[in-house]
């Protein structure tokens, strides 16, 4: 499974951005995907993460209410709507995808707990 992030750019405090990942399977079912974020010198942190079969998302606490994770699986494609972006300078976001099986936990925010990575794409927030 190969994963292709994009839609990074710049933008001011306030403004809005939506990031796709694109994913090389055929199909996206039974599999967690979620959104990472890494600031310079920082940990890499799990920000959003959506379940492909239930559609059931969970996000961080420290963007919870601006953004929405959301999946078209048609174009095995997920997005990241980020609305009302705080300044923080840049940041890379990045997309990692693993297979979920029914019955056993899963930890959509933990970057242990992904296998496939895409390259990721860097937001800059202006303020």
């Known amino acids: 499974l190969q994963l292709q992030a994009s839609g990074g750019g710049l933008v001011q405090s306030g403004g809005s951005l939506r990031l796709s990942c694109a994913a090389s399977?055929?199909?996206?079912?039974?599999?967690?995907i979620s959104w990472f974020r890494q600031v310079p010198g920082r940990v890499r942190e799990g920000i959003a993460c959506?379940?492909?079969?239930?559609?059931?998302?969970t996000y961080a606490d420290s963007v919870k209410g601006r953004f929405t994770i959301s999946i078209d699986k048609r174009k095995n494609t997920v997005y990241l709507q980020m609305n009302n972006l705080k300044p923080g300078g840049a940041a890379v976001y990045s997309c990692?995808?693993?297979?979920?099986?029914?019955?056993?936990?899963?930890?959509?925010?933990?970057?242990?707990?992904?296998?496939?990575w895409g390259q990721g794409t860097q937001v800059t927030v202006s303020s």
């Open positions: 990692a995808a693993e297979r979920t099986y029914d019955g056993i936990d899963y930890y959509p925010l933990w970057t242990s707990f992904f296998d496939s």
């Open positions: 399977k055929s199909t996206l079912d039974q599999h967690a």
């Open positions: 959506i379940r492909s079969n239930d559609e059931f998302t």
